[in-house]
């Protein structure tokens, strides 16, 4: 990762955070909104696919919900 300069303006500081802010909100509003449905969380790790299953379990075997039918 290259290090950067900080900036002077820090304007440019506040509006990045009320960005990720509202990012942030997203996301977590989509994880419930998908837990709701039965859409288990999926994550990528050393470039392996991974599912966080309703029950807590984490699995590469992707759920019946997440198969191509």
Request: net charge positive; glycine share 4%.
């Amino acid at each position: 990762m290259k290090k950067v300069k900080k900036l002077n303006d820090n304007k440019i500081y506040a509006e990045i955070t009320r960005i990720l802010t509202i990012a942030n909100d997203a996301v977590k509003k989509a994880k419930e909104e998908n837990k709701k449905l039965g859409i288990p969380e999926t994550f990528w790790n050393n470039g392996k696919v991974y599912y966080i299953l309703s029950s807590g379990e984490i699995t590469q075997n992707p759920p019946p919900i997440m198969r191509e039918s």
